[in-house]
């Protein structure tokens, strides 16, 4: 399985960007996704996961400003950013639970990483 981010970019405070990310290869079955930011020094942090149905689960920093969404047919996850912060200045890396075959186990995988940069 190999995720392609894209959509990163420079904003300006108040701004919006949206995320995409493509899970491609052998996959027979995704459960959540979702998105992760990092930067320099810190821990990876939580911004959003969505379920298999739908449920969307969201970090503490980005609740009210973001909207993460999936198409299940093109194994798609994006993330609607809104009203963006300096705060916001990460690498964010969308991560899928999935199994490539119907015997396989479930594992995660991550994608390479998108930079935003949001300036004030």
């Known amino acids: 399985v190999q995720l392609q981010a894209s959509g990163g970019g420079l904003a300006q405070t108040g701004e919006s960007l949206r995320l995409s990310c493509a899970a491609t290869?052998?996959?027979?079955?995704?459960?959540?996704m979702g998105w992760y930011r990092q930067t320099s020094g810190e821990r990876r942090e939580l911004v959003a996961t969505?379920?298999?149905?739908?449920?969307?689960n969201y970090g503490d920093s980005v609740k009210g400003r973001f909207t993460i969404s999936r198409d299940n047919a093109k194994n798609m996850v994006y993330l609607q950013m809104d009203m963006l912060k300096p705060e916001d200045t990460a690498v964010y890396y969308c991560?899928?639970?999935?199994?490539?075959?119907?015997?396989?186990?479930?594992?995660?995988?991550w994608g390479q990483g998108t930079l935003v940069t949001v300036s004030s």
């Open positions: 991560t899928v639970e999935a199994s490539m075959f119907w015997h396989d186990h479930i594992s995660d995988y």
């Open positions: 290869g052998t996959i027979f079955s995704i459960d959540d």
């Open positions: 969505i379920s298999k149905d739908g449920s969307p």
